[in-house]
Nanobody
C-alpha cells in the first residue's frame, strides 16, 4: 500500500493551493483519510481528517480556510487551502487508515510535500 501526494509549492499570503493524495496497492478497505503538517521545530499536527462517511474535522487554525474532501471511488483525498498565511508553511503529509489484503487496519503515511507561504 502506498500513498502518493501531489501539489504544494510556493504561494503568496492570501493565495490558494491544492493538495491531493491517492492510495494505491492491494487493499480491501480505506477508513479515514487526512492531512497533517510539520513546520520546522514543531511537532506534526493534524490539519484535517475525513471519514469514509465524509464526516470532516479541522484544526482550529485552518477552520474556514481549508477544505478536505475525498473521492472514495479513486481512493483519493484532497485538501483545498485558501487564504493561506505564512504560518501555514510546513511539510504536509497525507495519511490513511487502510486494511491491506488479509490484514487489519493500520495507519499509512504518504511522502511529505512542502507548502511555503511568503508574506
Amino acid at each position: 500500500v502506498q500513498l502518493q501526494a501531489s501539489g504544494g509549492g510556493l504561494v503568496q499570503a492570501g493565495g490558494s493551493l491544492g493538495l491531493s493524495c491517492a492510495a494505491s496497492g492491494s487493499f480491501r478497505a480505506v477508513n479515514s483519510m487526512g492531512w497533517y503538517r510539520q513546520a520546522p521545530g514543531n511537532q506534526r499536527e493534524a490539519v484535517a481528517i475525513i471519514s469514509s462517511s465524509l464526516t470532516t474535522n479541522y484544526a482550529d487554525s485552518v477552520e474556514g480556510r481549508f477544505t478536505i474532501s475525498r473521492d472514495n471511488a479513486k481512493n483519493t483525498v484532497y485538501l483545498q487551502m485558501n487564504s493561506l498565511k505564512p504560518e501555514d508553511t510546513a511539510v504536509y503529509y497525507c495519511s490513511a487508515i487502510i486494511a491491506a489484503t488479509n490484514t487489519n487496519f493500520r495507519h499509512y503515511w504518504g511522502q511529505g510535500t512542502l507548502v511555503t507561504v511568503s508574506s
